[in-house]
């Protein structure tokens, strides 16, 4: 089913006539992969999509509408409306949905929140979007890898990030995070926006990278000469643990009776309460995690869901992006040119990334 087809139904499951769509997130998924985006860090888009039972048209300023409609969504059977850019959308709202039950997904006055519904249906992909997911992901490792093979000691973490940056735009995806720690910085924070510390052995990248509205999120290590021996074995009990979470990402199992199994494999690891330490991730698509399973999360997870676990030990990490498909778990975003340890879980080998080695 089409998306919008998806907001047309849940208005009538929910009493409404009309839905503004304003999020940008939410105009990628509506979209087929369309971007309302111009201010990068906003999570409003320059444009709305107003839906109805027979009819959705697109709300924004006379600067936007003909290259929104041209480039952004030129199949979609949308009527544009727009106003001049010196103005407000609201008059044009107001005319267009007076008198009407009204739902939104940015908490517009007077309007129905329909944030969490929306939310279940984005999460659950179709077909087509589970073949963009499967053209773009890997390029998003692929982008760290690249980064990870050519940097040396002495390089700053915002030349890494920079290079990063670089290598995302070559493969036509934008990084919405994207976290660089050098040396004891990886030992001392789970989020590390980039500073001016010089690398000396030891790198983290994170990534995660958009493409047509989807987002593939990976974690990449680098150690220049051998790795020590408890870092290496701290790596390997998190790639037991990761592969462990993917193995058991199963339809129909409630998040609560997962995160247990989360518990569980950190005590068996050694470190009990590691997981306390970081989120431990959860559903991804159009966000980078469309909410963070915890121990009272409740639902359970679905069919044709995307997810990004991603267990750390102090210093060490694994992160991937996987589909759940009726075949089981499809890891998307490994790649043919980096290390993997063969973690076997449930009589299946799992592949997990990895420290790269390098000389000096």
């Known amino acids: 089913m089409k998306p919008i087809e998806k907001v047309r139904r849940l208005l009538q499951?929910?009493?409404?006539?009309?839905?503004?769509?304003?999020?940008?997130?939410?105009?990628?998924?509506?979209?087929?992969?369309?971007?309302?985006?111009?201010?990068?860090?906003?999570?409003?888009?320059?444009?709305?999509?107003?839906?109805?039972?027979?009819?959705?048209f697109l709300v924004t300023t006379n600067i936007e509408a003909r290259r929104l409609m041209e480039e952004q969504i030129p199949d979609l059977p949308v009527e544009p409306l727009d106003y001049p850019w010196h103005s407000s959308p609201d008059v044009m709202l107001k005319?267009?949905?007076?008198?009407?039950?009204?739902?939104?997904?940015?908490?517009?006055?007077?309007?129905?929140?329909?944030?969490?519904?929306?939310?279940?249906?984005?999460?659950?992909?179709?077909?087509?979007?589970?073949?963009?997911?499967?053209?773009?992901?890997?390029?998003?490792?692929?982008?760290?890898?690249?980064?990870c093979a050519r940097i040396a000691p002495g390089w700053s973490e915002q030349e890494i990030y920079a290079d990063m940056a670089h290598e995302a735009a070559l493969r036509f995806?934008?990084?919405?995070?994207?976290?660089?720690?050098?040396?004891?910085?990886?030992?001392?924070?789970?989020?590390?926006?980039?500073?001016?510390r010089k690398l000396r052995r030891y790198a983290m990248l994170v990534i995660s990278a958009e493409r047509h509205?989807?987002?593939?999120?990976?974690?990449?290590?680098?150690?220049?000469?051998?790795?020590p021996d408890d870092l290496a074995g701290k790596h390997r009990k998190v790639a037991h643990i990761h592969s462990a979470l993917i193995a058991g990402t199963r339809p129909g199992r409630p998040y609560h009776d997962f995160f247990q199994e989360v518990q569980g494999l950190y005590a068996q690891a050694g470190w009990p309460d590691e997981w306390r330490l970081h989120h431990?991730?959860?559903?991804?698509?159009?966000?980078?995690?469309?909410?963070?399973?915890?121990?009272?999360?409740?639902?359970?997870?679905r069919l044709d869901q995307a997810f990004a676990w991603n267990p750390s030990l102090t210093g060490a990490k694994a992160e991937d992006t996987f589909l759940l498909t009726a075949h089981g778990p499809e890891i998307l975003t490994l790649t043919s040119d980096w290390p993997t340890l063969d973690i076997t879980v449930h009589d299946r080998t799992w592949p997990c990334p990895a420290v790269l080695i390098r000389t000096q």
């Not at 919405?176 to 926006?193: G, K, T």
């Open 13 to 56: 499951d929910v009493n409404l006539d009309s839905a503004i769509i304003t999020r940008r997130y939410n105009f990628a998924w509506l979209t087929g992969g369309g971007s309302s985006a111009i201010r990068q860090p906003t999570d409003d888009g320059v444009a709305s999509l107003v839906v109805k039972q027979d009819e959705t």
């Open 280 to 301: 431990q991730g959860g559903p991804t698509g159009y966000l980078p995690r469309e909410f963070l399973v915890g121990p009272m999360t409740p639902g359970q997870m």
């Open 213 to 227: 509205g989807l987002i593939a999120n990976a974690t990449r290590f680098v150690h220049f000469g051998p790795l």
């Open 95 to 147: 005319k267009l949905l007076d008198g009407e039950r009204v739902g939104s997904d940015n908490y517009r006055p007077a309007t129905t929140d329909l944030s969490p519904h929306l939310s279940r249906l984005r999460s659950v992909l179709e077909p087509e979007e589970m073949q963009r997911y499967r053209s773009f992901a890997n390029q998003a490792s692929a982008t760290i890898e690249a980064v």
């Open 173 to 196: 995806i934008r990084p919405v995070v994207a976290l660089v720690a050098a040396d004891d910085r990886v030992f001392a924070y789970r989020h590390p926006l980039p500073t001016d």
